[in-house]
Structures are given as C-alpha cells and as structure tokens.
C-alpha cells in the first residue's frame, strides 16, 4: 500500500515539477521568436507584413512546444520514478539543444530565405562547409545570442525548481499539452492557407518544419513503387506531342521526332553556327524581364529580349543548380538526388554535347568557381568536353569576387569569367564550336567590386522603373542581391558588345537562361522558385519573338538538336531517352507540358501537368505569369498524383539499373 502511495506521489511530483520546467520552455521558446523577429528586421527590415507573420508563428510555436513537450513528459516521468536528479538533468540537456537547434535553423533561414529541410542530407560535409563559409558564416553577436538563451533556460530551470506551483496548474499544463498532440493537423501551419510561401515560411516553427520534412520526405521514399511492369503509362506523356515510346526494357528510349521550331525564326548561314550558352546563377523572372512583379533589374538583358526569341514563361528544372547542366544539355530524370550524384555511377545517356562533339564541334566550360562543385566536371567530361576553365587553372591577369568577413570568395566573378574566355578565343580554331558559362556572382555573399557604385545604381533603377517609397522600402532589405543583379547585367552588355567585334559574331547563336530563382529575395509561391527567362539570340534572327507558353529546361537539347539537323543536317540519333518535347512557341500563355521539378537534392515534390501545379500534394490553378492559386475543384489531383508517381517510378528504375540507353545507342 505504501509503496503504490510513493508512486502515487512520485508522479505527482513529477507532473509539478515538469510543467514548472515546461513553463521555463516555452519562454525560453517565445524569446527565441522575440530574437527571430529582431534579428530579421535588423537585416531585412521591419517590414509590416513580415511582423504580422512572424507574430502569428508564436502561436505557432507555442502549440508546437506543448506537442514537444508532452513526449519530453512521458520521458521524464519516467526517469523520475528512477531518480529526480537525473530526469531533471537529462531534460535539460535535451530541451536545450532543441533550442540550441531552433535557433542554428532561426540562422540558417534567415541567409536563406527558405527553412532547412531534409536537403540537408542531400550534401556532404564539405559541400555544406563550402555553402556556410560562402554565407559568411555566423557572427560573434550571433553566437553571443546563441549562449546568451540557452544559458538563460539551463540558468531558469536549475534556479527556479523551487518556485511552488500549484498541483491544478499543473494538471492543466499537460493537459494542454496532450490536446496540443491531438490537434496536432488544426494547430500546424499549412503553406497552401498563406497569401505568399514566404509568409509562412516566416511564420513557422523553423524546427517543426525541419522535423515535418524530413519525415514526410522519408515516408514517401517508402512508398516508391519499383516494378516498372505494373504501370499503365510508360512514362508521363503531353498531350500535345507524345513520345512514341519503343522498349519496355528502357521505358524512357523513343522514336525522336522533335519539330524544328526554330528553323522559321532564322536566316540560314553556310556553316553550322556556333552556340554560346550563358547560364546565369539565380536569374528569376521575378526581377528580369517585362512585368516581373518585383520590377526587372536587368535593363541590358531586357533589351537584347526584344531582338531575341524570349520565352517569359520558361522554367529551371531544379530549385537549385544541381539540375542544370543535365536538364539543359541531357534532358535527363534525376536520380535519387539528381543526376550530377551519381558520380561515376551516373548512367549512360546521350546529350546535346556528345551529339555535336561527333558532328564536329569543339565543346568547352567557363566557369568562375571550383567546377568540382555538385560534380559538374564529372558530368561534362562524361560528355567528352574538350577543355573546362574553372578558378583551378584561370592564370594571372584576373581578379576574383571580393571575400566575405571570413575570407571565403566564391572566385571570379561574371566580368572576369566572360574576358578569361576573349583570352581563350584568340585561339580559336576553324570548328564550329559550344561554349558554356556559368556565372556565380549572384549567390551569397553577394560581394561584387565596385559595389558602393552598385548600390546608387540600384537607387536610380528603382527610379527609373517607377517603384513606390514602400517598395523602395522593401527592396532595400535585399539591396545586395539587387546590386549583383546589375552586376551581371552589365557584365553581360559587355560579354555581347566585345563578342559583336569578332568575326565569327554573325554566325554565332546566344542562349541565355537562369539555373533558377534567388531564394535570398522572397519568393512567392512554389513555382516562383523555378520561373526563371529562357532568351535565344542571334544576328541570324529575322526578327524578335515573344512566347507566353510554358517550356522547361528539358525542351532545350531537343529543339536545339532538330534546328540543327533540319537545317545543316547534323547528325542525330534516331532514338532518344529525352524527357522534353521540345520549346513551345504558342505566343499566347499555353500550358501543354507535363513535366517533375526538383527543387532541391531531396526534395522531389513538385509536378506541373496542363493547366495544374502539384506541390507537396496539395493542387494549384496555374495563370499567366505563372501566377498560381489553391485548386477549388481537386478532380485532377488523382491523375496528376499517377503521373507524377509514374516518372518516379521510372526515374528510380533507369537511373539505379543503368536503363537510359542500350548499348547499341551509346
């Protein structure tokens, strides 16, 4: 009897000593929301809308620590039938690095402007030491707040165990607890009840959604199908152009029969031209371009889009520049976590460079940084390139982007990387040829040379594009990436202007698109991160040519490959494993394609088909300028789930059995 007593009284004790410890965490939870409201608008600005947000993931964060708490409580208790000291010792250990945790991810959000999710698994150690010293890592007063509040909680909760609290009190205090896990789906924050993403990415918990993503990500990774024979359609398909599809054993092979699109748009020269690819890091339409809703910041580019083929409606096939190089130039699926992963492991595929490399061109990469990053250097020369230039072997004569405070700089900056390039082509030799360049300035830290020249062009733009004081207001927040944008820009007039006086200019092709958006400027949706501008410009044009139909990184090799064949009959296999169709060159807003987007290296979520966008499952109404709404009529989500389910399934298969390409097409 006594002993069923002792018990009785020991869980008593416990829940009283418990919710006195769960009190100290949710203040302590609540100051951190405190220094992610401050900390935020002493970098960004205090920004109404971003307040009102943040204010409302308080609430969000407390029903969030009740939920933490109630299985921190079960653990507890436990522990305190054993011994006082070490329940009260182990949870202050493990609360404290949930904060310590909350405000690392509170740290992380604001350099990116997108909360931490599962990708982080998708790196390896030096690849995120590489991204957080190119962040310029953590200041001295960010660490000093770090110690600061989670001293204070181990502090509280070791001097205020003695503070009396009332046995009803506490009795109320895991009960609210418990009913926090209960309506757990009523009390979390869902993406798709905000005006904007970024709003609730400001307003949620920044560890509730780390935790939300990776499990959401490792369950659907369970549910993977992998027999191939089991699907109804080989692989998703358009309804304007199917593939003609000529092997189970490989379902992405078909018979090629891109349309030549392009061959009307064009004037004939004697021999192939050249290409020249510019690939600029984190081109969004959301600053560049007619009608980009945070007003365009690239006036060059936006004169060359007006004697130049523009699709305004273009987007990157990946949220990030893992996707790039394979989209564009293999019209590749992904792999687990992208196709740039695979290493040596990646499978056998043809691409736009191993075609033209047979046809005769001579084929090469410029590119400011390390080129071993996301193995991209595995990647090209798989395709044969004939030469990369990467900050390993620039030489002398050329300056790099300026250092971040903890002496990290990318390397050499637009500017540079297009006259390293004039260097080489003074060697030119009589083959037609495929340049490639890869920008870096507009990644963080967003240092560039002359940048205080930068900033007052960044104010006059702002005049000259007619902008509000409350939208100067808000800019400003982000003047840093506003000023690399121009950077690039006037690298790129003079990329162009220098390449005018060349000889070879008159028969030379310019294809200039963003690897995707800029997350450190807000986005606005889930498609915003991928809307980027596809512009192909050429003095072989006949005229300029705005379309408002949507095509993706995968249309690019196809199109580019048919023109070419069609017109100066390079040679192209009769079988390819291509995902495009090709661009789309409907001038009013069309929405043919069904196409996955990978917005990062573990994040496979999204899917566009037709008029609707999939996104973390929920389905959206898509509108001209790539607009999107939450669909009122959720009919199709059935049919798009089975699409996209579909390419997964196959996209696994080909890339883990090495099923692109037989051998005989190798």
């Not at 008159?506 to 606005?524: A, K, L, Q, Y």
Request: hydrophobic share 40%.
């Amino acid at each position: 009897m006594k002993s069923s007593k002792s018990i009785k009284n020991k869980f008593t004790d416990a829940i009283v000593e418990f919710s006195k410890l769960g009190l100290i965490f949710i203040f302590i939870i609540a100051l951190s929301r405190i220094y992610e409201i401050t900390s935020f608008g002493l970098e960004h600005g205090f920004i109404a809308s971003n307040i009102n947000s943040q204010l409302m993931g308080l609430f969000f964060d407390i029903t969030f620590s009740f939920q933490l708490l109630f299985v921190l409580f079960v653990l507890f208790v436990l522990l305190y039938l054993l011994n006082k000291t070490i329940a009260k010792a182990i949870y202050i250990i493990i609360a404290s690095l949930i904060i310590l945790s909350n405000l690392s991810l509170i740290s992380y959000f604001k350099l990116s402007m997108i909360p931490l999710g599962n990708d982080l698994f998708a790196y390896s150690i030096d690849e995120i030491t590489h991204t957080i010293n190119a962040s310029g890592g953590s200041n001295f007063m960010t660490y000093l707040s770090f110690v600061f509040i989670v001293g204070l909680f181990i502090f509280l909760s070791i001097m205020l165990s003695k503070v009396l609290l009332r046995k009803g009190i506490s009795y109320i205090f895991i009960l609210l607890a418990l009913i926090s896990i209960l309506l757990a789906s009523k009390v979390t924050p869902n993406i798709s009840n905000f005006k904007k993403d970024f709003n609730y990415y400001l307003a949620v918990n920044k560890t509730q959604f780390f935790f939300s993503n990776v499990y959401s990500h490792t369950s659907k990774n369970k549910n993977i199908p992998t027999d191939i024979t089991k699907i109804d359609n080989i692989i998703t398909t358009n309804n304007w152009n199917d593939f003609e599809y000529v092997s189970k054993e490989y379902p992405l092979l078909h018979v090629e029969k891109t349309p030549d699109v392009l061959g009307a748009f064009f004037n004939q020269s004697k021999t192939p031209p050249n290409i020249v690819f510019i690939i600029v890091e984190s081109l969004g339409r959301a600053y560049c371009g007619e009608n980009a809703y945070l007003g365009s910041f690239t006036p060059y580019l936006d004169s060359l889009m007006k004697q130049s083929l523009y699709w305004e409606n273009f987007l990157s096939t990946g949220g990030r520049t893992f996707a790039v190089l394979p989209s564009l130039f293999g019209s590749l699926p992904f792999g687990e976590k992208g196709f740039l992963e695979m290493n040596d492991k990646m499978p056998a595929h043809q691409s736009l460079l191993k075609i033209l490399k047979k046809n005769g061109y001579y084929t090469r990469f410029y590119y400011g940084g390390d080129a071993h990053f996301d193995l991209m250097d595995v990647f090209l020369k798989k395709q044969n390139i004939d030469a990369i230039y990467d900050n390993a072997n620039f030489g002398n004569g050329y300056k790099k982007l300026p250092s971040s405070s903890n002496g990290f700089s990318w390397g050499y900056g637009d500017k540079e990387i297009f006259k390293k390039s004039f260097d080489i082509l003074k060697k030119n030799n009589n083959n037609p040829k495929v340049d490639i360049f890869l920008t870096i300035a507009m990644h963080s830290p967003f240092l560039i040379p002359e940048q205080k020249s930068y900033n007052d062009k960044f104010e006059k733009r702002m005049v000259d594009i007619g902008l509000k004081e409350q939208d100067k207001t808000e800019r400003r927040s982000y003047h840093d990436k506003f000023e690399c944008i121009l950077y690039f820009d006037d690298a790129l007039k003079y990329f162009m202007e220098e390449y005018s006086k060349r000889d070879d200019f008159e028969n030379t092709i310019f294809v200039i698109t963003g690897d995707h958006r800029m997350p450190e400027i807000p986005i606005s949706t889930q498609i915003d991160r991928f809307h980027v501008p596809l512009v192909i410009y050429s003095p072989l044009l006949k005229k300029g040519q705005k379309f408002s139909a949507i095509s993706t990184q995968f249309d690019v090799t196809p199109t580019i490959l048919s023109y070419l064949n069609h017109n100066y009959d390079i040679k192209i296999p009769k079988y390819t494993a291509w995902l495009g169709h090709g661009l789309d060159t409907e001038v009013s807003f069309n929405k043919k394609c069904s196409y996955p987007l990978m917005r990062n290296k573990n994040e496979l979520v999204d899917y566009i088909d037709g008029d609707y966008f999939l996104s973390n499952d929920a389905v959206y109404d898509i509108f001209d300028n790539m607009y999107i709404e939450k669909a009122i009529d959720n009919t199709q989500q059935e049919s798009i789930n089975a699409k996209f389910q579909n390419f997964i399934t196959i996209n696994n298969y080909v890339c883990k059995n090495n099923k692109i390409l037989p051998d005989s097409l190798r």
